[in-house]
């Protein structure tokens, strides 16, 4: 069992950054794929970004690239996602997931297997 904590998220101007983290417990040697996903009011849950446990691989969604960082703690388990040039279309709920699983398709939901409790992110005009 994994449990995973996300924070960080808050209430930021156009052009503006935050960095939110994801905090694993339990059997955290178990996990392989974390993965960042948000959700708007009304929207299907999206794939966000992704890293490997070792952090030598990660993955985008298109409309992120440029603009978030995904990292991991070298001696932690604990996951970031850098989100600089915010815009208002950035503005949902915000989670991390997890998978114990080397994940070919990372933007797939379905495929993790624990999850966050979400995180608000707002971004003002």
């Known amino acids: 069992q994994v449990q995973l904590v996300d924070s960080g998220g808050g209430l930021v101007q156009t052009g503006g950054s935050l960095r939110l983290s994801c905090t694993a417990s339990g059997d955290t040697g178990s996990w392989y794929t974390m993965g960042w996903f948000r959700q708007a009011p009304g929207k299907e849950r999206e794939f966000v970004a992704a890293i490997t446990w070792s952090g030598e691989s990660a993955d985008y969604a298109d409309f992120v690239k440029g603009r978030f960082t995904v990292s991991k703690a070298r001696d932690a388990d604990t996951g970031y996602l850098q989100m600089d040039s915010l815009k208002p279309e950035d503005t949902a709920v915000y989670y991390c997931?997890?998978?114990?699983?080397?994940?070919?398709?990372?933007?797939?939901?379905?495929?993790?297997?624990?999850w966050g409790q979400g995180t608000q992110v707002t971004v003002s005009s």
């Open positions: 997931a997890a998978s114990p699983r080397y994940l070919p398709q990372v933007q797939r939901k379905g495929e993790y297997d624990w």
